[in-house]
DNA sequence: TTCGATTCTGCAATCGATTACGCAAACTGT
DNA sequence: ACAGTTTGCGTAATCGATTGCAGAATCGAA
């Protein structure tokens, strides 16, 4: 170990590449305080000497060491990105859900000069977040989707605080949270079904995710509301793709008469596409079936796929910002963005 | 700043969770250095003390500040991903086969213990991968598709080791690389089309990226193998789907005698199902179309699609495999991966 | 010119681990 | 029982930065 190139004495001439404060202050000729309170502009400091090596750093390229300075500060510059799969063990982190915002997320946290530490996580036990927290490799920790694990999470922000969490906020929570208004992008997708004339309306999706059970209760709101006699059912569906398109062929062969579906994903929705084409029912002539998030994927189904949109790029801005907010010490509230109704073709022919 | 808690004074008596190695030497009644050896293992400890500091550790559920390790180490503990976005500046890291990719990346660098760094990068300026390898941030760099920049990955290569690349290897280059036999999966797409009883072919995809030009080539190679009297063209996509699908709807109205589509991935495979739908062009009858990838997408997308799967999971593998040898020391050979053809409905119907 | 108030800069301790070196205790063989 | 090994552990230097404290330099005022 110990690769260190042999270090030429050190000479007072010709100056190679610093390697750190140390090279650079005797280059500048000062102290190694002096430098670092230039670079950082901390403390007094003349303006003068501090041009000058902020100067020099520039020209030899140098920035110091940000691993001492964590050490030294006492912060890791990590913030910990963290996906529990709790109800599917086999659902892959390459969701195109949580990738597209974790994709978001990367960008806003590399803008503050933080790292970002991905974990994928299966719960198997209730130690899980407390486990990950207390390894002490980040400084704060953004929860993508609390899957079924809600409980673990308002246990744990009890006494950690910089936590955020993707995902509905519940009434009882402790901790903080941003996501969309699942039940009003429920209400809104399904009222769209019902002006579109469908009746007999069916859910696609698992309601003991939360976010999930919001929606429906959105998709129920819409069809009490609606002085229509209009009925609709519920169908759990896997997240697993291909479980999903069993459940979803199994279902269609029995609900003959069904005319709209409200899929709580794209995913999903896209999976419904491909049974009822299987089954040459067409969409939206047949029925009509919208998605939610609105997936990049969404515009390229074939039909194009309506949806209800969740500004997942807000939705990151959001995350990442409050979590500094709370690693500063500050205290914040939870955050709820709009969901859009976006119409496509699968609701609605051209 | 500085929140940390008022130390009690340092009581003989009842302990409280260790904060470092120095608390834990004390609770054991050792030193500092013989905490260090028995939780890594090294240098000549009794078992016994071993076993004992071990079994304490466990108990406070202490683990070592693995930023203080690290800076003494020489190491960061973090290794970088970086994605080059040259030839399309708006291109979003979101998009599904880099996701797809990184998440595997991500689970095999984190089973190593280290984190990892996500950076997105357009390449302004020949500097900028100069500039983040100097950022002293990382211990090693994985590069996701050198996209047009492999004159300048070429030439970091040869001063900075730990270095590779997902993308096809080119002859001449200096760095080790992860990627697919690109020529022979074009050429078997092709080969499939052509056994179908395609005759007019075209390729979609951007030739200007290595990886394209090679498919392209095996698309070619295919062509004139073939004693058909077959006939392809090419034209260049964009990887933004909105033009992606300008782009495509404006040559399909164009080539209406068109029967086979090669896309280079199964983005634009999609997108073509698209643009073919619009025109009631029915695929496969019509138009058959095979895509490159073979993500989670292209089974569901209508008609499923054919692709030549490129098995991303293993691609990973050898990407951090490979990384992590180079950063150990060793000198490493790139890794070429077979495509594999994988038939759907957009070529056979059922 | 001299003294006190300001600025600026350097010394040295510190963050939490690793590890070369050396001393003491425990063996080994005769 | 004694010199020579071997083994186990502690001392202290070190990684590269930050920062409290204090000394030096500069300045203004008397």
């Known amino acids: 170990m110990g690769m260190k190139g ?9 100056s190679r590449k610093p390697q750190n404060i140390q090279d650079l202050a005797e280059i500048a000729g000062v102290s190694t305080a002096t430098v670092s309170r230039a670079l950082a502009g901390t403390g007094n400091i003349s303006a003068a000497t501090r041009e000058r090596i902020r100067a020099l750093a520039e020209q030899f390229d140098f920035r110091p060491s940000s691993m001492a300075r964590n050490l030294r500060i006492g912060r890791t510059g990590t913030v910990g990105v963290i996906v529990p799969l709790g109800h599917e063990k086999s659902q892959h982190i390459s969701d195109p859900f949580f990738m597209t915002l974790l994709g978001y997320i990367a960008d806003r946290v590399a803008d503050r000069g933080y790292d970002l530490l991905l974990s994928k996580i299966v719960p198997h036990d209730p130690e899980w977040l407390s486990r990950q927290i207390d390894s002490g490799r980040v400084d704060g920790m953004i929860i993508i989707g609390q899957s079924n694990q809600s409980d673990v999470i308002n246990a744990v922000a009890r006494y950690y605080a910089p936590l955020v969490v993707w995902g509905a906020a519940q009434t009882d929570q402790s901790y903080c949270s941003v996501g969309s208004d ?5 209400l809104i997708a399904t009222q769209h079904l019902l002006s579109l004339g469908c009746r007999r309306l069916a859910f696609f999706g698992d309601p003991s ?15 009490r509301q609606s002085g229509e006699n209009a009925v609709g059912t519920t169908l ?10 069993e459940d979803i062929s199994g279902f269609l062969d029995l609900a003959d008469r069904l005319d709209g579906i409200f899929a709580t994903s794209d995913t ?8 009822l084409q299987d ?6 002539q047949d029925v009509k079936v919208i998605g939610f998030d609105d997936l990049d994927l969404a515009r390229r189904t074939v039909p194009a796929l309506s949806s209800v949109r969740q500004d997942l790029e807000a939705g990151a801005d959001a995350l990442v910002d409050l ?12 955050v709820t963005l709009q969901p859009q109704l976006i119409v496509r073709a699968s609701t609605v022919a051209e």
């Open 6 to 14: 042999n270090q030429p004495p050190k000479s007072r001439g010709i």
């Open 182 to 186: 699942n039940r009003r992008g429920g």
């Open 209 to 223: 995710v939360p976010e999930v059970e919001e929606r429906l209760n959105g998709f129920r709101d819409a069809l």
């Open 236 to 245: 759990p569906v896997h997240f697993v793709p291909e479980q999903a398109l």
């Open 268 to 275: 999903i929705a896209m999976t419904a596409l491909q049974a």
């Open 279 to 284: 089954r040459r029912r067409s969409v939206p």
């Open 323 to 334: 979590l500094f907010r709370k690693i500063a010490g500050e205290s914040v509230e939870s």
